[in-house]
């Protein structure tokens, strides 16, 4: 493109919003011109303008007044446009998208764990295992190891360091005990373990479960007449020697569990889940991996011993309510 001004087509991910303003807008939110593609001259651009450099030269030099730093998006496309120069912008090719950045969590460097809500597609590109769409859409079988109880691929590997990482810095994890303050009932065998509520990730979880596991629970508990879930007691558990190795057997306060695997077999020995009623035993499963699971009534569970290293889940009791 041989123009004196160009940019590129940014989308927003979760809303209409883009990069530019198209003329004849007021606004960056226009959905005929979302849909473009092509090269289309734009009355205003932001971010990521592209100019040459005499003409850049020629502006600070025509606005003394005003250095480079403070030119803002809106001064910068008046004075364009008062020097007759167009700004072109192009989506021709994907260049990317634009992402919600404000109340971005500060102080983490796992912050982008909290943005399902605002950034949903990059959430998901990190941290939803790519297999999972193929377990959902039927391309690939999901494992039934006990009855009821169903096994596939659901985190990245990258979602489970992170979580962890966050939740070792965070540092405050329950004693595992019946005294443990925290516990309103919510949990009916205390484990050592840190809730999501308390790291202020509960409602992106919340989501996640709504929107994103909801469609399996539908596909597996096949006629299961409930919506998408509605309450949800979820937390990370930590096991190892002189702490907690195992759990005691159970029912889980909810009506279905999802219990994700958080890290690789090769860290620990020993553990396994077994199910009671149906005298089930599943000895390992896969960092990422998630069992989802009827709780009340009929699946009476409990989590062996680990023998040796560090063991870590994370479980959501859904609709615990
Ligand atoms: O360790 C496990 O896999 C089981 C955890 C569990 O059953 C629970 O937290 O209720
Ligand atoms: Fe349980």
Redesign the pocket.
């Given at each position: 493109m041989n123009k004196t001004a160009v940019c590129p087509f940014l989308e927003c991910s979760s809303s209409l919003k883009s990069n530019v303003v198209p003329f004849g807008s007021y606004s960056q939110q226009d959905t005929e011109f979302s849909r473009f593609r092509g090269i289309q001259i734009v009355f205003c651009a932001t971010d990521a303008i592209l100019l040459r450099t005499k003409v850049l030269q020629k502006m600070l030099a025509n606005h003394p007044e005003i250095t480079l730093f403070e030119m803002g998006n809106e001064y910068l496309c008046k004075a364009l446009d008062n020097e007759g120069i167009f700004i072109f912008s192009t989506s021709l090719e994907t260049f990317g998208h634009m992402i919600h950045s404000e109340d971005f969590k500060q102080g983490s460097t796992e912050g982008e764990l909290y943005e399902l809500v605002k950034n949903p597609f990059d959430w998901r590109q990190r941290y939803l295992h790519p297999e999972f769409e193929l377990y959902l859409n039927g391309s690939k079988l999901i494992k039934e190891p006990c009855p009821d109880v169903y096994w596939f691929p659901l985190m990245t590997e990258r979602y489970c360091k992170s979580i962890i990482r966050e939740f070792e810095t965070f540092g405050f994890w329950g004693n595992g005990s019946e005294e443990d303050p925290r516990n309103d009932g919510h949990?009916?065998?205390p484990?050592v373990?840190v809730y999501f509520t308390d790291m202020g990730l509960h409602e992106t979880w919340m989501q996640f479960l709504r929107v994103i596991l909801f469609e399996m629970v539908q596909k597996v508990y096949r006629g299961f007449s409930r919506g998408p879930p509605e309450s949800a007691h979820t937390?990370l558990?930590r096991?190892q020697l002189g702490e907690q190795t195992?759990?005691r057997s159970?029912e889980?306060t909810a009506i279905y569990?999802i219990?994700i695997?958080m890290n690789p077999n090769s860290d620990f020995t020993g553990?396994g889940?077994r199910f009671s009623k149906s005298e089930c035993f599943i000895p390992e499963?896969e960092m990422g991996w998630g069992?989802l699971h009827p709780s009340r009534l009929t699946h009476n569970?409990?989590?062996k011993p680990i023998r040796s290293g560090k063991?870590y889940?994370q479980?959501s009791?859904i609709d615990n309510e």
């Open positions: 949990e009916p065998v484990t373990d937390f558990v096991y195992y759990l159970h889980d569990t219990n695997a553990a889940l499963t069992l569970h409990e989590a063991r889940v479980v009791f």
